[in-house]
């Protein structure tokens, strides 16, 4: 059993930043696995950031340049670093282990507002 505690999460003028964490408990096989997932209001949850096994990142074409992925595998964290942030930013972020049957955290959620 794998369980995801993300944290970080809050209110945020546009501009602003906010780094999110999110802890996994339980036997996964690599940090390498996780990624951040985010589902706004009306919206499809869509993967932001992930470990890639070629040039160690895939981001989300909205957020590329913004978002940096890091990990600290010693601690079984992963971290969403998100600078910029956008009013389109906003949405409920999920921390996710890619392997089957695949688990989520309870969500995280990162307001912007003027």
């Known amino acids: 059993q794998v369980t995801l505690m993300e944290s970080g999460g809050g209110l945020v003028q546009p501009g602003g930043s906010l780094t999110l964490s999110c802890a996994a408990s339980g036997s996964i096989p690599s940090i390498y696995v996780m990624d951040w997932y985010r589902q706004a209001p009306g919206k499809e949850r869509e993967l932001v950031a992930a470990f890639s096994k070629g040039d160690g990142m895939w981001y989300l074409s909205d957020v590329k340049g913004r978002f940096t992925l890091s990990e600290d595998n010693a601690k079984s964290m992963v971290y969403l670093q998100m600078n910029s942030l956008k009013l389109e930013d906003a949405a409920v972020y999920y921390c996710?282990?890619?392997?089957?049957?695949?688990?989520w955290g309870q969500g995280t959620q990162v307001t912007a507002s003027s």
């Open positions: 996710h282990v890619n392997v089957f049957p695949g688990y």
